[in-house]
């Protein structure tokens, strides 16, 4: 790469799709540049990936590694950092043309001093580091890669546990899923809908690459259950838990279909309870004063969630603990 270049003028992301995706992209494919020009060459070559952090990781470093969730603005994941601006750049095309141009201007400004600094190249977490200080990172190599945004496997979190509940017990006895969702600000309960057919997956496999609106990347879907819901018909079922801020719905009962990525089989029934915190407390608590801004209102939460005797009701009607046809 042409560190010398600007970011918008250098052959960084070449090769790379930005959003809104076309049909034409290959959304998995790793761009190849040629050292010698400016020519990219696009193929599929896994390369075998070393064990991270050495094989031997810290503590310091399992938390670093999972709480990168801005690691799209590290100028070290170059493809990462260009899908993400060229969604703020799509999101300005909406604008009307009188602000258009100022907003440009602006966030391109933003991406060229991002780029040019390294300001938060650390935001993203490299999997060849090895030693307890972090100035020590060491240059990447073609074995390494490189640690963003929890989100990707938080948000998948219900595929992944079906996928290993069935690995060990099989597909032939019903489940029950309680989810945890921090709708954060808004009714968004886009990490459910993901789960089924919806209009963000449409047309897709389950485990093939989708990029819906809002996602710094694309993302293989984490489509795992055939039934169809809409945002509308989901939010239909929250009720209140008494005492506070909390809302759960109880879903109707779903079956799996086979999504390979993820592991998971078809055929098993699924019941699901959500949880949404229906909080302002943002999931990117970063720096002291921040920490100790939000702290009273995490506190408040847990109380309140500990105490709620609504909320122990309603788990415990969703679970069946006294009629043991709970797996």
Known sequence: LDQYATFTSSNAVKGFPMFPATASDGLYVT????????????????VEMSAPFGDDPTAVQLSVASSSSVGYLSGEVASYFAQYF???????????????????????????????????????VMSGWTEPNPDTMPPATESNYWFTDGSHTDDGAAAQAIARYQKRYGTSKPIKLIISNHNYYTTNNDNILQYFSNIGNEGKAPGEFVWPMGWPSPQMSNQIFGEAISAE???????????????????????????????????????IAVINLNSEIPTELVGEDVVQAFTPGLVTMAEEIASSQDLSDKVAAFVGISDGTTS
């Open 31 to 46: 761009p190849e540049h040629d050292p010698g020009t400016d020519d990219t060459i696009v193929s599929l070559s896994p």
């Open 86 to 124: 060229s969604i703020q750049y799509f999101v300005i095309e909406t604008l009307p043309d009188a602000q258009k141009q100022a907003m440009k201007t602006a966030l391109n400004g933003l991406q060229e001093l991002l780029w040019a600094t390294g300001f938060l190249a650390n935001a993203a």
């Open 233 to 271: 018909e989901l939010n239909e079922l929250f009720d209140p838990v008494i005492g506070t801020d909390l809302t759960m719905a109880v879903l109707p009962v779903a079956t799996t279909l086979d999504n390979e990525p993820f592991g998971v089989k078809a055929g098993q029934q699924v019941s």
